[in-house]
């Protein structure tokens, strides 16, 4: 059973009620709790050692990303955090300093945008940390961006680099908070998701909640240094796997790794140049590129220098 | 180290923000977010296999437990639940039907409350089943009741019979959401908890938070049948441990043994009456039970026959 099946099983007949706008299957839920312009955003993202970190990785970048995991899904609906509970889960024999250093990590991000730990609990798991983070925001209600609203000719974004993201990025990504809130306030966007599974994966989810498909175009995909110094360390080696004909596996990096938590959203192909261009003033220091367009007929494609290929490439799926 | 000093390391220094009413170390975290009669509540908690269920517990029964632990903490606080999100982690070899009855059960207790069930996560937990089920709820800002508001004199009550849980309860247990309103509604309740850890355990927590002390009554500690026949079945085998001089087993069940998720609460000794007879008439299939009272000097005491003595039975404590 793969994950995504698992997923439909478990959301099969859950209990629903009137304070629910999103249910499952979007970024954050969304609740009407009876604020006259906000919604209230809710969400939970847990990450286990030897699954989401090793055990020897430092223990503040372990806690800066068990809560970023979930500030990147609040940016994804334009939201703004509010306040977070931390369960830690530890073995019977654990290093008080260690678990001292996951919460400087988590304080020190939580802090950076205003976000207070109001509790959570420890509990015992004997064998291994788990940390699982939950969070409230909010988000203007005119403002909050499902993945369900892309539209045929819309063009598709995509902030910063992508690929090799387990080099380090995976522990010290930030999320794109202010990015996202910028980009709702001053545009209308259409549809938004942050990469968590890899843009092939996550583009995918968009795609199926809006009933549409997409056109890459190879040569616009953001390709970040560590994937391409990965392909070249990879060089000397027989070639890792290569899945799309023609393509080197810094772009396959690109399109499946997980864990760059960049954002990805689309918006109507005329905005486009002007959100280029204010984009260039507003986060000067920050990438964005226009990867390609949606389209009213399924699937993905992407097109390269020898033509256009479907694209099979598969983001992460864990349970498979 | 202990639960308690690991809990107080970790919450020294986390950073809050101005939409904090109660931060840690309450039921629940209360925070303001704007609405103008209202408080919002949020819990997590969490339910490990081998620690809080065991490998061949009911999976429904799971279930129920994983939320009914936070529909407990929300009762606690007087409050009416609004949705949850659910994270599960399993092995990566799991039995499908296990984890669908897993969430028939809780999606079960969830509608009972008219809780939604807005998402969540599965995750990979490689040695056992993880869940951790996050809630958001919300309370009437004038009838919040918080563990620190306790007065010497105070008239200390629990619902229902304490001790034994484990032969069943643990796994069964109602959320006294509708009991906790009523009373919040008609009495002016000075402190509550919910007794997850204990009634020894978990008074400390109310008596700390409003720096008073308790003086209880032996022979009013409602003692389960389970406790009971716990006891009888012990007594053909060598005494279980003792406590308290003179007292046999089933009250030390009733003062020590976790997981009984009846509420604990203080109102003004004037109101004792009124109250007795307004439960009676309320809730007739539930037992409440007036235990001692709250005094002005700490620590406390419980007094039988044979006199008054310090109670220095402790309820579970994890990591030790």
Chains 1, 2 share one sequence.
Request: proline residues 6%; aromatic residues 6%; negative net charge.
């Amino acid at each position: 059973m793969t994950e995504i099946e698992l997923i439909d099983m478990l959301c099969a007949g859950l209990p629903g009620n009137s304070a629910v706008v999103v249910g499952p299957g979007d970024d954050c839920a969304v609740l009407e709790l009876g604020l006259p312009d906000r919604f209230i955003l809710f969400k939970t993202d847990a990450v286990v050692e030897g699954v989401h970190f090793t055990p020897d990785a430092p223990p503040e970048k372990v806690g800066h990303k068990a809560i970023g995991r979930c500030l990147s899904d609040v940016a994804a609906m334009a939201g703004t955090p509010i306040a977070a509970l931390v369960t830690v889960g530890l073995p019977k024999q654990f290093e008080p300093e260690r678990v001292r250093a996951i919460y400087t990590g988590m304080s020190a991000l939580a802090r950076q945008h205003n976000v207070a730990i109001v509790g959570g609990e420890t509990t015992l798991s004997p064998d291994r940390i788990v940390i699982s983070v939950a969070l409230v925001g909010w988000v203007h209600k005119n403002r909050c961006v499902q993945r369900s609203g892309a539209r045929p000719g819309d063009a598709i974004f995509v902030t910063g680099e992508l690929g090799g993201s387990l080099a380090g990025k995976h522990l010290e990504f930030e999320p794109r908070l202010a990015e996202a809130r910028w980009l709702t306030e001053h545009f209308d966007v259409h549809a938004m998701i942050d990469l968590s599974d890899g843009l092939a994966s996550d583009l995918r989810h968009v795609l199926k909640a809006s009933r549409v498909g997409a056109e890459l175009l190879a040569e616009a995909i953001p390709i970040s240094r560590a994937a391409r110094e990965r392909a070249r360390m990879a060089a000397a080696e027989p070639l890792p796997p290569v899945d799309i004909a023609g393509q080197k596996s810094p772009l396959l990096a690109a399109l499946t790794d997980g864990e760059d938590f960049e954002l990805l959203f689309t918006v109507a192909s005329a905005d486009a140049v002007r959100l280029f261009d204010s984009w260039k003033v507003q986060f000067p220091g920050l990438r964005l590129s226009c990867i390609g367009k949606i389209t009213a007929a399924e699937g993905v494609t992407i097109r390269d220098k020898h033509g256009t290929r479907p694209l099979t490439a598969h983001g992460y799926v864990h349970f498979q």
